[in-house]
């Protein structure tokens, strides 16, 4: 999280506004020197108006002072003060450059940090804190996780609609900050906002998920998106079945799909066809080891649509996902599976891990009955030897 000092000064929050109202007029701007009739939120409002004209000095005195006026700001009772912080955090959305944007993201979250949280005003502070994080790639310095978004807003919970549109601003940061796993749990999150009722206006926010989750190089367990009501609406279209061939279908039906489909694909959904083709290699590789214990270099050729000479960079890149664990034989031309992680996750994977453990406990149970039997003859012995 940002580290920002807290910030002290001894001026009532009337003389902090003539000076810095003294200050910016010093700059050039258009503003009088004079305290306003009205009261600090007039004078407020001509200093906010005016703020960025203190970009083109030094850094600390840019931040010393925004930072002045976010200690007015925190004074003024909110129902008055909620306009004057909205321009605000627009305004420092406007801090251009890396140094700028951090002294920016620093101030706006000492502003955010500073609001009672009762206050319905930080989430607009905080969705343009957002938009800052991402000037400056530091969206991580704001938002940790989807819990913690949540506990920000706990006193005072946004709207669906509200969160909904914060939501979708983060996956479009997270995504383009690389950060692909954060991304999906926030779409995930997104989608579940939608009820049975309204699921159908999702369908935008639905196919932006798939094309996500189908994009990232490092998201093979594509399952859980099927139970999700937005994504359910789309069945019957293209989309839908696209992401059921990923979910369980092999190469050879994306192929088949792909060739039907090649406008969608690439140019509708924007999706690269040498990254899909990889990555189905890697998702029919996985359901082939599902029952196996061993494969043949033939096989994965013919089943993957490779060379044989391409096989061992293949399973290199297999084994680098952790999806699968195994090892290769080059002389035998055979690859010895381990284990393996199901693509799919249904009533047939539960009963095996139901069988896998009812085993294990089994066994358990016969390691136990075969120690009390060796601790047994142990006792019998050392009894012997006492008579």
């Given at each position: 999280?940002?580290?920002?000092?807290?910030?002290?000064?001894?001026?009532?929050?009337?003389?902090?506004?003539?000076?810095?109202?003294?200050?910016?007029?010093?700059?050039?701007?258009?503003?009088?020197?004079?305290?306003?009739?009205?009261?600090?939120?007039?004078?407020?409002?001509?200093?906010?108006?005016?703020?960025?004209?203190?970009?083109?000095?030094?850094?600390?005195?840019?931040?010393?002072?925004?930072?002045?006026?976010?200690?007015?700001?925190?004074?003024?009772?909110?129902?008055?003060?909620?306009?004057?912080?909205?321009?605000?955090?627009?305004?420092?959305?406007?801090?251009?450059?890396?140094?700028?944007?951090?002294?920016?993201?620093?101030?706006?979250?000492?502003?955010?940090?500073?609001?009672?949280?009762?206050?319905?005003?930080?989430?607009?502070?905080?969705?343009?804190?957002?938009?800052?994080?991402?000037?400056?790639?530091?969206?991580?310095?704001?938002?940790?996780?989807?819990?913690?978004?949540?506990?920000?807003?706990?006193?005072?919970?946004?709207?669906t609609e509200q969160m909904q549109k914060l939501l979708r601003l983060l996956h479009q940061v997270l995504v383009a900050s690389?950060?692909?796993?954060?991304?999906?749990?926030?779409?995930?999150?997104?989608?579940?906002?939608?009820?049975?009722?309204?699921?159908?206006?999702?369908?935008?926010?639905?196919?932006?998920?798939?094309?996500?989750?189908?994009?990232?190089?490092?998201?093979?367990?594509?399952?859980?998106?099927?139970?999700?009501?937005?994504?359910?609406?789309?069945?019957?279209?293209?989309?839908?079945?696209?992401?059921?061939?990923?979910?369980?279908?092999?190469?050879?039906?994306?192929?088949?799909?792909?060739?039907?489909?090649?406008?969608?694909?690439?140019?509708?959904?924007?999706?690269?066809?040498?990254?899909?083709?990889?990555?189905?290699?890697?998702?029919?590789?996985?359901?082939?080891?599902?029952?196996?214990?061993?494969?043949?270099?033939?096989?994965?050729?013919?089943?993957?649509?490779?060379?044989?000479?391409?096989?061992?960079?293949?399973?290199?890149?297999?084994?680098?996902?952790?999806?699968?664990?195994?090892?290769?034989?080059?002389?035998?031309?055979?690859?010895?599976?381990?284990?393996?992680?199901?693509?799919?996750?249904?009533?047939?994977?539960?009963?095996?891990?139901?069988?896998?453990?009812?085993?294990?406990?089994?066994?358990?149970?016969?390691?136990?009955?075969?120690?009390?039997?060796?601790?047994?003859?142990?006792?019998?012995?050392?009894?012997?030897?006492?008579?």
């Open positions: 999280m940002l580290n920002v000092p807290a910030v002290f000064i001894d001026l009532t929050p009337e003389d902090q506004a003539v000076e810095l109202l003294v200050y910016f007029k010093s700059l050039g701007a258009d503003v009088s020197e004079d305290k306003s009739p009205k009261g600090i939120e007039d004078d407020l409002n001509q200093i906010i108006n005016v703020c960025e004209t203190c970009f083109k000095t030094n850094e600390a005195e840019v931040e010393s002072v925004l930072n002045a006026i976010v200690s007015m700001l925190v004074v003024i009772p909110v129902n008055r003060a909620e306009q004057l912080i909205l321009s605000f955090s627009k305004k420092l959305t406007k801090a251009k450059g890396q140094k700028l944007g951090q002294i920016a993201l620093r101030v706006l979250w000492l502003l955010f940090q500073s609001l009672d949280e009762h206050c319905p005003i930080r989430y607009y502070v905080y969705y343009h804190l957002i938009q800052i994080a991402k000037q400056v790639e530091q969206v991580r310095a704001v938002f940790r996780g989807v819990d913690h978004l949540k506990q920000q807003f706990v006193a005072s919970p946004p709207t690389k950060e692909s796993e954060l991304a999906a749990k926030v779409m995930i999150e997104l989608l579940s906002t939608y009820t049975t009722e309204n699921a159908s206006q999702a369908r935008e926010d639905a196919q932006r998920c798939i094309v996500a989750a189908l994009g990232d190089p490092e998201t093979f367990l594509l399952d859980p998106l099927l139970s999700l009501k937005p994504v359910r609406c789309l069945e019957g279209e293209l989309v839908h079945q696209l992401l059921t061939i990923f979910v369980s279908e092999k190469l050879t039906d994306y192929l088949k799909f792909y060739e039907s489909n090649k406008q969608l694909v690439e140019v509708e959904l924007g999706l690269d066809h040498e990254r899909n083709l990889k990555k189905m290699r890697l998702l029919t590789f996985m359901q082939l080891a599902e029952g196996a214990t061993e494969m043949s270099f033939s096989t994965i050729t013919s089943e993957l649509q490779i060379k044989e000479e391409e096989v061992e960079a293949f399973i290199i890149e297999v084994l680098k996902t952790k999806l699968v664990r195994a090892r290769m034989d080059q002389a035998a031309k055979k690859v010895y599976i381990a284990s393996t992680m199901h693509r799919t996750f249904g009533r047939p994977q539960w009963q095996q891990l139901r069988d896998t453990l009812h085993a294990w406990k089994s066994n358990l149970a016969n390691v136990q009955e075969g120690m009390k039997a060796v601790v047994s003859a142990q006792m019998e012995l050392a009894q012997q030897k006492i008579q």
